[in-house]
T-cell receptor
Framework: QQPVQSPQAVILREGEDAVINCSSS?????VHWYRQKHGEAPVFLMI?????EQKGHEKISASFNEKKQQSSLYLTASQLSYSGTYFC???????????FGTGTRLTIIP | NAGVTQTPKFQVLKTGQSMTLQCAQD?????MYWYRQDPGMGLRLIYY???????DKGEVPNGYNVSRLNKREFSLRLESAAPSQTSVYFC???????????????FGNGTRLTVT
């Protein structure tokens, strides 16, 4: 089952904060986050494994709520370079394959 | 350090033609994957190879075959192309041995395939 991402698209001014959510209908072992710029390959941002540990990557961090089967990606003080489509990928318990959401398009304007 | 290399970058096929998409990684990764990306659909797994010598079906395997030639190379073959296979195809690799849930994926730059 494909995870559901929200919002589908968001436009921010440079310096504003954003939150992208990823929800699954099944119990999760892992959540991946990737960013893809137009015409390019997806690039790995971070992975969160079962255990609820929050991860950080410069001004981008993420949380994983196992009970709610949800993850959120936080982008703080957004920069123009943050523009792109963000995908979450979820891995279920029991050797299930990684399944990607349909993406959230983030546009940062000056 | 090239990472994951895919060839060709672009391809146009007529319905019924066959072709092989090539993928090679130089990171000594165990697992390799083929995804297709269509507008509004995200990335969907076609086939994967959890370790050298093994291959397995993903979400959308119909119309495709794969070969894990060695640890570095994983090819995707379309035996009889159909317009529904028009898509962007990404190869990826991962250091872990398995279905890819617990290790980062490293993607190639993609092959843009059009079937007319």
């Amino acid at each position: 089952q494909q995870p559901v991402q929200s919002p589908q698209a968001v436009i921010l001014r440079e310096g504003e904060d954003a939150v992208i959510n990823c929800s699954s209908s099944k119990a999760l072992y892992s959540v991946h986050w990737y960013r893809q710029k137009h015409g390019e390959a997806p690039v790995f941002l971070m992975i969160l494994l079962k255990g609820g540990e929050q991860k950080g990557h410069e001004k981008i961090s993420a949380s994983f709520n196992e009970k709610k089967q949800q993850s959120s990606l936080y982008l703080t003080a957004s920069q123009l370079s943050y523009s792109g489509t963000y995908f979450c990928g979820t891995g279920g318990i029991g050797n299930e394959k990684l399944t990607f959401g349909t993406g959230t398009r983030l546009t940062i304007i000056p | 350090n090239a990472g994951v290399t895919q060839t060709p970058k672009f391809q146009v096929l007529k319905t019924g033609q066959s072709m092989t998409l090539q993928c090679a990684q130089d990171m000594n990764h165990n697992s390799m994957y083929w995804y297709r990306q269509d507008p509004g659909m995200g990335l969907r797994l076609i086939y994967y190879s959890a370790s050298e010598g093994t291959t397995d079906k993903g979400e959308v395997p119909n119309g495709y075959n794969v070969s894990r030639l060695n640890k570095r190379e994983f090819s995707l073959r379309l035996e009889s192309a159909a317009p529904s296979q028009t898509s962007v195809y990404f190869c990826a690799s991962s250091p872990g041995a398995g279905t890819g849930v617990s290790s980062p994926l490293h993607f190639g730059n993609g092959t843009r395939l059009t079937v007319t």
